[in-house]
């Protein structure tokens, strides 16, 4: 059967409306999700690649994301646990003047299938619109998410925002995303830091324990 490898082909060429019915044909023929999600992960790192080598520009990188994005929607579901105790809850979003989110969206879904309510924000969000968020939701956790190094900076301007309204000492402030590192979470004053979805979600779980 030759559904993985057409999913991973049509994400790269950003076929949204094939990637939708291949996504939902794989898993009516018994595809589990995760053998799905490693598709989809495998094809945006073959993107990205291009991406770097200049092979492929932003126009094809965006339309391909939003392959990825609609079929990590209709595997999301099946991930959720359907928790009614959750084991904490976690406001997160893609920091200010960044689009990047299919990190963050990895994240989330991990986040949500180890049990965690998830508030999230969505991209570019500012330092007053997380603090807004936190005043609003109560997290244990705040999530930012930066892909580029030009954005990195806003992590720590939220924590000081945080900071200044009297709201970082109950809350845990995790950071990630590729040029994020553990160093750089200590500078900022940020409280964990993890490279990957899978570990951010053991991470998380660590924290409200
Ligand atoms: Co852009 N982009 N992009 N891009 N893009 C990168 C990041 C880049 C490395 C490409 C390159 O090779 N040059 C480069 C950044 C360079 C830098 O700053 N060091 C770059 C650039 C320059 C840009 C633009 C400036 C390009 C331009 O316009 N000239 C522009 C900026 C737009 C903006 O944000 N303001 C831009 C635009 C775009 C698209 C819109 C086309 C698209 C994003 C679409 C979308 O997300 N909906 C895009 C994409 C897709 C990429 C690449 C190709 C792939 C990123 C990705 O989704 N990876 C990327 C190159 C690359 O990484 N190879 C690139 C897959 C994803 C699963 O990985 O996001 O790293 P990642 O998430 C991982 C971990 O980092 C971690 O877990 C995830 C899963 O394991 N993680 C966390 C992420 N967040 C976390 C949070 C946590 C914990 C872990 O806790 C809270």
Redesign the pocket.
């Known amino acids: 059967d030759n559904t993985l490898n057409e999913i991973s082909k049509y994400v790269q060429e950003g076929q949204s409306i094939k990637v939708r019915k291949l996504t939902i044909s794989a898993l009516e023929k018994g595809y589990d999700y995760k053998q799905i999600l490693n598709t989809l ?1 495998d094809a ?1 790192d073959i ?3 291009k ?2 080598k200049n092979e492929v520009y ?1 126009p094809e ?2 339309i391909a ?1 939003r392959a990825f ?1 609609i079929a990590l929607d209709i595997i999301s579901p099946l991930i959720d646990p359907n928790v009614t105790n959750y084991l904490g809850k976690v406001v ?1 979003g893609t920091v200010q ?8 969206n ?2 989330k879904m991990m986040l949500v299938g180890m049990g965690f309510q998830v508030i999230d924000l969505g991209v570019d969000i500012s330092p007053q619109e997380f603090v807004d968020a936190v005043k609003k939701h109560d997290p244990d956790i705040i ?3 930066a ?4 954005t990195m900076i806003t992590m720590k301007n939220t924590i000081k925002l945080l900071e200044e309204e009297g709201l970082r000492d109950n809350l845990t402030v ?6 994020i590192t553990s160093n750089y979470a200590r500078t900022i004053g940020a409280d964990v830091y ?4 899978a570990s ?1 979600a053991e991470v998380a779980k660590e924290i409200v324990r």
């Open positions: 992960i945006m993107i990205g690649k991406f770097k932003v990188v965006l994301s994005n997160i003047g960044d689009l990047h989110d299919i990190g963050k990895l994240v999530a930012m998410s892909l580029l190094t030009t995790f950071i990630g995303g590729a040029p993890s490279t990957d979805a951010a």
